[in-house]
């Protein structure tokens, strides 16, 4: 994670009051996505507005809140890089008779646990070296493609490796679920674990594993990756980081993959017990439309879109290269975002209810694609 989200971070207060007014109608694109901003905040004014002024002004009043609520939102859209603007239109609604996913959040925590287990595993060291092990020894009966090269870094050169396990699908068509497994570089040496960061998201996706494995995908064919090299070595720019992902998406672009990918969902810090999903400005907005009608299926919209940043993240690759893209990160990992890239990045931080709402929305969240 990026440079420009801390940042972001810390003008956040400052940010607060035009968040709410803004950002909360920014992407979301429906006039039910602004109706939570009516109801949290202006409730009480309008009901002294009703009163004092009849319906008729009510009616004004609404009309002008949102002309307003949409001229932020138009601009908002225009600041953010996207890879589609156009809204596309979203799965069937809610089919409430499917069942509710869920996924075995024990078993996702037991894996944080495993891998944070192995130490720091930065890019080079044999602990990255173990963990890569790790992931491949639990993915025993999938298909698993190797994505192996050599990445030119500000400390010299790194052997990395994606790793994608596939479940393939009775549709046309690719739904990519990744997140990065590698530590913190330039940490290397301050027993930071990642517990969070790289923990998390190398966990559900072993769990999502779990979940696909051996069953007939009625859909799009699913592929899981765990990305190598996320984080800079030196200082995040656009070549000292991404190592893993700019190169997965230069390879599909040429194998003619990347034309097939229906969407790609990234997880990323989604452990934190305080789980606070962004609104990630440089996603792509119908996508992300589509994961907060999954989160408010399940009953875990809560969770999701308090606050709308831009990130800079795995996802990037692939949103430069036209392919709509979601980032699930938390960047209110511990007060200000205190703990990220520190050696309090450590399991006691993390609950297994966390990995359960993101790994139960991402899997929803593929149901509601196969419906498109
Ligand atoms: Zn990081």
């Not at 490796?161 to 913190?184: E, L, Q, S």
């Not at 998201?201 to 699913?222: D, H, M």
């Not at 890239?341 to 990995?355: A, E, G, R, V």
Request: glycine share 8%.
């Amino acid at each position: 994670m990026s440079y420009v989200a801390r940042i972001a971070l810390r003008h956040r207060y400052a940010a607060a009051e035009r968040r709410q007014n803004a950002a909360h109608g920014a992407s979301r694109g429906s006039v039910s996505a602004i109706m939570p901003a009516l109801k949290g905040k202006k409730t009480g004014q309008i009901q002294i507005l009703a009163a004092l002024w009849g319906a008729r002004t009510l009616a004004s009043c609404l009309i002008l809140s949102f002309a307003l609520i949409a001229c932020a939102r138009e601009k908002s859209t225009d600041a953010a890089p996207t890879a589609s603007s156009t809204l596309l239109p979203t799965a069937m609604n809610s089919d409430d008779s499917a069942p509710k996913p869920s996924i075995n959040s024990a078993r996702a925590m037991q894996y944080v646990r495993d891998v944070v287990a192995f130490g720091p595993r930065p890019i080079g060291s044999p602990n990255h070296k173990k963990v890569e092990n790790y992931i491949v020894s639990h993915l025993r009966g999938i298909t698993v493609e190797d994505d192996a090269f050599t990445a030119d870094t500000p400390e010299g050169k790194f052997p990395l490796r994606n790793i994608i396990a596939k479940f393939p699908g009775t549709r046309d068509g690719i739904i990519v679920i990744a997140g990065h497994y590698d530590t913190n570089y330039p940490l290397r040496n301050t027993g930071y674990v990642g517990a969070n960061d790289g923990g998390s998201s190398t966990a559900i996706l072993l769990e999502l594993a779990n979940q696909f494995r051996g069953k007939k995908r009625e859909g799009c064919s699913v592929w899981l990756v765990w990305t190598d090299g996320e984080e800079a070595v030196k200082q995040w720019s656009a070549t000292d980081s991404l190592y893993g992902t700019r190169q997965l998406a230069e390879n599909w672009q040429k194998d003619g993959t990347l034309k097939k990918i229906k969407a790609f969902l990234l997880t990323d810090m989604i452990g934190d017990a305080e789980l606070n999903i962004e609104q990630d400005l440089n996603s792509t907005p119908w996508l992300e439309k589509l994961v907060l009608q999954a989160a408010t299926r399940l009953g875990y919209q809560s969770h999701f879109f308090g606050r709308s940043i831009p990130v800079e993240d795995d996802h990037l690759p692939f949103v430069h290269m036209g392919v709509p893209s979601a980032d699930l990160i938390d960047l209110d990992y511990g007060y200000n975002n205190v703990f990220h890239h520190t050696p309090q990045d450590t399991l006691d931080k993390l609950s297994p209810k966390s990995l359960e709402i993101v790994g139960a929305v991402l899997m929803e969240t593929v149901r509601l694609l196969d419906k498109m």
